[in-house]
């Protein structure tokens, strides 16, 4: 099956209830542009490396989305001409580097959108804010001048059956909820990123408005397995 064939599959089966966002980690920009002429709207991309090596040769038009971890690649993620053409950053897990963020941007006249990573497995070899300190983050960061909350983020835990990532989909949505209905000024809690290509069902039952998938778009990698 084709690249084109998978993406309009995902595309009729999700059928307008979420965003579906591309993470096109390791991937060419031959097969970003063939995602993108296909009705993918949303490329994620995980490294700052991938980014650099594609954006300037994709042809098609898209949002771009930084999917990766921000604190180990944060001194090439503030650079200038990165966040220039990066048009959401759905990974802010602290407010040291929101803070640092919203000066760079301020620098370059531009308020970047962001969403708040939730550790939602409280897995402490991964990058996210615990669900407790997620509040108090979204408040601090909505007080910034160029940088704007628009909602959540999880990856959730790495689970050997399908189900079991239900729960932590289900908290992040309650934390996304809650954060809503107190219209924190500067915040507008306005996507729900949650699930990739196993689990992006589920995540969409649980009212994720944007899932992240890659191997179920672009195939399985040459080298490095599923992701």
């Known amino acids: ?109 531009k308020i970047m959108p962001v969403l708040v990573e939730v550790n939602s497995g409280r897995e402490s070899q991964k990058s996210g804010v615990m669900p407790e300190e997620v509040l108090e983050l979204v408040k601090k960061v909505g007080r910034l001048g160029n940088v704007k909350v628009l909602g959540l983020m999880t990856m959730g835990p790495a689970v050997s059956q399908e189900e079991e990532i239900r729960p932590y989909f289900r908290l992040t949505k309650r934390l996304f909820d809650d954060i809503k209905r107190l219209n924190i000024p500067g915040v507008e809690m306005r996507y729900l990123s949650m699930g990739m290509s196993d689990t992006y069902r589920i995540a969409i039952e649980e009212g994720a408005n944007i899932v992240r998938i890659g191997t179920l778009i672009f195939g399985a990698r040459k080298r490095g397995g599923l992701r």
Request: aromatic content about 8%; proline content about 0%; overall charge negative.
């Open 1 to 109: 099956m084709s690249i084109r064939e998978r993406v309009q599959d995902i595309l009729r089966e999700v059928n307008g209830r979420a965003e579906v966002e591309a993470a096109a980690k390791g991937r060419t920009a031959r097969e970003i542009d063939e995602v993108i002429e296909a009705g993918i709207r949303i490329v994620g991309e995980n490294y700052i490396s991938d980014l650099k090596s594609v954006y300037y040769q994709v042809k098609k038009k898209a949002e771009w989305h930084f999917i990766g971890s921000v604190k180990t690649q944060k001194h090439d993620l503030l650079k200038r001409k990165f966040l220039e053409i990066i048009d959401m950053i759905e990974t802010v897990d602290s407010f040291d580097f929101a803070l640092e963020l919203d000066k760079r941007c301020e620098l370059i006249g």
